[in-house]
C-alpha cells in the first residue's frame, strides 16, 4: 500500500509564497512519477504540476507555469511545490499523486489533500 502525506497548506494573502511538501511511503517513490492536483469548490479536480522519478522531467499546467515549481528528493520520499505569486483563484484543495508512468500520467494513488486559501 502506498501512502501519501500532504502538508504546508493555509491561508495566505494574494501575491504570498507558499510550499507544500507530500511525504510518502518508500514504495511511493521506487520508480513512480509523481504530481500535484488541485480541486476548488464546485469544480473538478485539475493537474497542476508532475515530476518524473529522477526528477529531470516536470510539467505545468498553463495556469500556474512561471509560478509553480515542483520538485523532489527522493533521499526523504518527498515532493515538494513551490508556489508564489498566489492569486485567489489558486485557492483549493492540493492533492499529491503517484503514478507508475510520466509520460501518460494515471494515478495510481492520493493523499488526502492539504488546503490552501489565498485572500485577496
Known amino acids: 500500500q502506498v501512502q501519501l502525506t500532504e502538508s504546508g497548506g493555509r491561508l495566505v494573502q494574494a501575491g504570498d509564497s507558499l510550499r507544500l511538501s507530500c511525504a510518502g511511503s518508500?514504495?511511493?517513490?521506487?520508480?513512480?512519477?509523481m504530481a500535484w492536483f488541485r480541486q476548488a469548490p464546485g469544480k473538478e479536480r485539475e493537474f497542476v504540476a508532475a515530476?518524473?522519478?529522477?526528477?529531470?522531467?516536470?510539467t505545468y499546467a498553463d495556469t500556474v507555469k512561471g509560478r509553480f515549481t515542483i520538485s523532489r528528493d527522493n533521499r526523504v520520499n518527498t515532493i515538494y511545490l513551490q508556489m508564489n505569486e498566489l492569486k485567489p483563484n489558486d485557492t483549493a484543495i492540493y492533492y499529491c499523486?503517484?503514478?507508475?508512468?510520466?509520460?501518460?500520467?494515471?494515478?495510481?494513488?492520493w493523499g488526502q489533500g492539504t488546503q490552501v486559501t489565498v485572500s485577496s
Open positions: 515530476v518524473s522519478y529522477v526528477g529531470e522531467r516536470t
Open positions: 518508500a514504495r511511493a517513490y521506487t520508480s513512480w512519477a
Open positions: 499523486a503517484a503514478a507508475p508512468s510520466y509520460s501518460s500520467f494515471t494515478p495510481q494513488y
